[in-house]
């Protein structure tokens, strides 16, 4: 797999795509994460799906269409897929919904002051099921590089971790034989809790994995990333890692077999958000890079912010990250391309993907 240098992408209903692979081509990209869900975190997709509501009432398929345009200028896409944020389906069954400790619910004026964002419980069996066709959906009908899987995770805030919900209690409890509830901090029981609670989000990624080995079994094989969140950090120690599957769910050892990378939201000036704070050093992101790919040993995308740091800073979080053992960059954009990241921003990331061009091309 060569260097990633990679962007997010929101596409909105009247992007030329054609024209962005031109522009991103001028700046050595060579990877886009597409997400295809509309509208924010609604649940629409941008392709018309045969599981999902489509975002666009005349047919009109994005993937399709930014397929076709990156494809002639070299340009990796890959499928974006939103695991646990969809309020689409959050309105469909409410009760697959994530439950806090104290019986908070994971959407909007319940556990997440941030608008918009309903965390559905990735435990549930019929939500994975839903996920697992959808991965196999996608890779079966495009020719994406691959998937890359959002808030794969249970959602964690200060005030209290998660998930408490009818289900994820009882099928514990049926293992354990222990009432997750009454479960202290520290204690052998607490290790177990957070090893079932792990077990379900590595679960749901060997069964999407799979799903696509299935469907793609000829051709370029369809790798698979995670979106791996360090929310809440406060320090650039190794303790972090276990910090993330503490809070999240995710455990890098576990999760390694079936990921071919990670993709660590190391957004260390992440301030305005009340659902994720990161208040750091941008030498923050090159040590959590290091013991992410420690952790994990397979590459590391480090995905750092264009948004709300100066030009250069932007420029310099991707070369820490490089320093701390990155194969690979993408760019957060808070938005879209432009917008928010800005002509200024993409002069110094130009010179940080160009070198790494130059320097993979000379291997
Ligand atoms: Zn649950």
Redesign the pocket.
Known sequence: MSIVRGVFYCPWRYTDYNELADYLSDKYVNTVSLQRVGNGWNGHFYYPSEIAPHAFGDGYDALDDALRAFDRHGIDLRAHLVVGNDAYVAAQHPDWL??RRDAVVARPAGAFREPGYHHL?C??PAYQDRLVDIAREIVGRYPVAGIDLDYVRFPWTPEGD????D??RSAFQREHALDALTIERGTPEWEAWLGWRADQVTTLVRRIRQAMDEARSQGPRATLMLYIAPWWSETSERQEVAKIRERFGQDLVALAPYSDAYAPMLYHHYTQDPSFVTAQNVNWVGALTRWIAEAGKIPVWSTTQVFDISPLEARVAVEVAFNGGASGSLLFPYGSIGSTCGDETWLEIKKAYRRLAEVEARA
């Open positions: 994530a439950v419980c435990a549930q998660f998930c408490y919900c289900h994820c």
